[in-house]
């Protein structure tokens, strides 16, 4: 001390002053001054460690008492002449769990990552514990893949490298974020993997790996469901593990050198078309779009117990409210025709129109996955689809004229297969008519809003309740624009004989169902051509 | 001669609103063998059982079916859930031309659980499912067989082994496209791959290349990124 100028000993009470009154940030400037000036001078050194030793323990201490911001400035302090010991760093991190805002944490986290404790195994743990809590950003996909260099394996650290690839990278769609990170995973145990074929010793390894990627995962949840069976995934595409423990199931390892035996066999072990049919011949069209119908048949029937009856039931009470609506609206008859068995027509005629269309719309709906099928096209589940209105309404229909002749309100048809045939445009129009717009809701997703005008001008206008005849003759004229009045008017006309419409033109009929069939066939075929999605 | 084979195919799909490029004006004819499908991403893998199976049709070119393509076996959506593993078996007894009687019984000799067979698939262990499924796939003559599953299974070797045996019994000869879900029976029963990547489609003899290659595209591209970015002077 006594080989010290004045002015440095001045300067040395200050920061001894300093020190003891708590201001540990003018002390220490002070004192890293003082000891790069006189680096021979002991005093000034002891002052010097045993500064670092006080401020390195008030870190602590304010650390435990949640006083972080004041901690960090002088965390900053000591970190920058590399003074901030690696217990104190330890200290800091496990108290800054305490921390509820996991941005704030990883804030701190980094300030202390960006000292000399950055390689520190305990700190990029609790690193990447926040950073699938916090918005992926490509700074936390940074941070997830340093941690994964610290710590390989760390299940945080994959988490945050899922999300990021996830959500916040779009542009990384041409890969599931499962993918990548089971391809980290596979990459690292292949690499602890290599050499041992022993299945014992293959075993124990992943064993500890299951160990050291399940620490400080939570061990309820969600979260620990997932960690587990994106390990077995892991270890299951290197390794296939027997889980049945049956008497006389071979070893892994035999298993394996059975079934290379089977495939390297040239003659195999036993014939398999000793019990495995082989047909020719590919399924008929009708039989296979029938089979699909039943699928989609069982498919809205499973959910009820009383499904099929349901499947009925619904659509006779919807054919059975619009055939009321002629009720209030006619007397006794329509044009001389019973207006029950002319209400019944009309809804069944207009109701496989409508369900047929919305069927064909939907571009299979239910059906879509039979597609998946080499043998199944996209047209097939479209027609087995609108194939459910003509069998559904054509039952209901039946039943009810059947009721109504029953209760003497109606008479046996005059030509009943006039009425079949009627029945059959009312179908092709309905599915050509879906099957157009499938295909403009595939270039344009809001026909579809567009469409439920549609549907409702064409009901309002198809002579549910009314024929053509006592419409003012402008009025009708624009209405038998419409194809569908023309169908149900020639429904009506084969049925009853006290009716034969006038307006009414099969022609007309036949043409525009030939051209909307021709036009919704075309569309389609252009649809298929167009780019399809994929789901991954 | 190849079962199947493309010529001047060219296909493009859309995923998440954007439009992927798959094959580029490609002629190509499948060998006949056992061929692991791999592709530089999934979304082409996936794309390509797809364009095989038709569910989903090229732009342009075309694809010459010349024998009986199965459907992407270990893929369950095509089975409706909620039916009967009977009304299963018909359906597919339809689909595929064979004989319904002939089908039913040859899966009641197979399928472990056969008193299932009459209730709805939907109650079932999706083990039984997976099985039910599998075994139906060994009914039709398929001369392209689409395996994306795993075959061997771990609830019961000995399924696997049985079914491995009729597996292969019935695909001598035919062409076998095995997705590696599982790299261990893949690179068992696969000599070479089927490569798609950057618009063509190859065959590879480098089988243990084309699985390292699998799906490594976003891998690739991020190890690029991390380099541009240069982590090891980054600054937190």
Partial sequence: ?536 | MSFLSFKNLSLSVRHELRMKRVLTSQSFEFPIGYFALTAENRLFSRALIELICRKIAPQSGHIIRRGRISWPLGHAAPFSAVVTGKQAVSHISVLYGVSRQQTFKFVKENFSHPELLHTPMQKWQARDRSELLLWLALVPDFDVMIVDTSLVFTHSTSFSKRYLELFMEKTRGKTVLISPNQARFTKLICKSAIHVSEGKISVNADLEWALKNNNLVTLQKELAQEEDTNLDTLEF
């Fill in chain 1, 1 to 536: 001390m006594s080989n010290l100028s004045h002015e440095i000993k001045v300067e040395f009470r200050k920061a001894q002053t300093a020190a003891r009154t708590k201001q540990y940030d003018l002390a220490f400037s002070s004192a890293v001054d003082l000891k790069t000036l006189n680096p021979n001078a002991p005093d000034i050194q002891k002052f010097y460690k045993a500064l670092v030793r006080i401020i390195n323990a008030q870190i602590q201490s304010l650390s435990n008492t949640q006083g972080f911001r004041k901690a960090f400035s002088l965390i900053d302090l000591l970190a920058a002449e590399g003074e901030l010991s690696s217990s104190t760093a330890k200290v800091v991190v496990e108290n800054l769990r305490t921390l509820d805002n996991a941005h704030k944490r990883l804030t701190y986290l980094k300030s202390i990552a960006a000292h000399e404790v950055s390689e520190a195994e305990f700190l990029w743990s609790e690193i990447a514990e926040c950073l699938p809590e916090i918005p992926t950003t490509i700074e936390i996909f940074n941070l997830a893949r340093k941690t994964l260099r610290v710590i390989p394996g760390n299940y945080h650290a994959l988490t945050a490298l899922e999300l990021y690839v996830d959500q916040a990278n779009p542009d990384k769609n041409d890969a599931s974020a499962d993918h990548v990170i089971s391809n980290i995973r596979v990459a690292q145990l292949e690499q602890r993997l290599d050499g041992i074929s022993d299945y014992p010793d293959r075993k124990k390894i992943y064993d500890a790996y299951r160990t050291e990627t399940l620490k400080g995962v939570p061990t309820k949840g969600l979260v620990y469901t997932k960690a587990v069976l994106s390990i077995e995934k892991t270890i299951g595409h290197l390794e296939y593990t027997l889980t049945d423990e049956a008497p006389g199931i071979p070893k892994p390892e035999e298993f394996w050198t059975d079934l290379q035996n089977i495939i390297t066999s040239d003659q195999g072990t036993q014939p398999a078309t000793a019990s495995s049919p082989r047909h020719d011949g590919r399924g008929i069209w009708l039989k296979k779009v029938a089979s699909l119908f039943l699928q989609s048949a069982n498919r809205e029937a499973s959910n009820d117990r009383i499904g099929y009856l349901w499947l009925l039931v619904d659509p006779m009470f919807h054919v059975c409210v619009i055939c009321a609506i002629p009720f209030f609206l006619h007397d006794e008859t329509v044009q001389d025709m019973p207006v029950l068995p002319f209400g019944i027509i009309g809804a069944c005629l207009w109701m496989v129109f409508r369900v047929a269309s919305v069927g064909a719309m939907s571009g299979g709906g239910a059906l879509k996955p039979q597609l998946e099928h080499p043998c199944v096209s996209q047209f097939d589940i479209i027609i087995a689809r609108a194939l459910h209105a003509l069998i559904i309404y054509t039952l209901i229909g039946s039943c009810l004229m059947a009721a109504a002749i029953t209760f003497g309100y109606g008479d046996l048809p005059q030509n009943l297969l006039g009425v079949v045939v009627a029945l059959f445009c009312a179908w092709f129009l309905g599915t050509s008519y879906g099957t157009i717009a499938f295909c403009l809701i595939e270039s344009y997703a809001g026909f579809r809003r567009i469409n439920g005008f549609i549907l409702r001008f064409l009901g309002l206008t198809s002579g549910l309740f009314y024929t053509s005849e006592q419409l003012p003759e402008e009025v009708a004229h624009i209405l038998l624009l419409n194809p569908l009045l023309h169908v149900i008017q020639i429904a009506r006309s084969f049925w009853f004989h006290e009716y034969s419409s006038k307006d009414a033109s099969p022609t007309y009929v036949s043409v525009f169902v030939g051209l909307i069939i021709l036009v919704s066939l075309f569309a389609l075929l252009r649809t298929l051509k167009k780019p399809a999605k994929v789901r991954v």
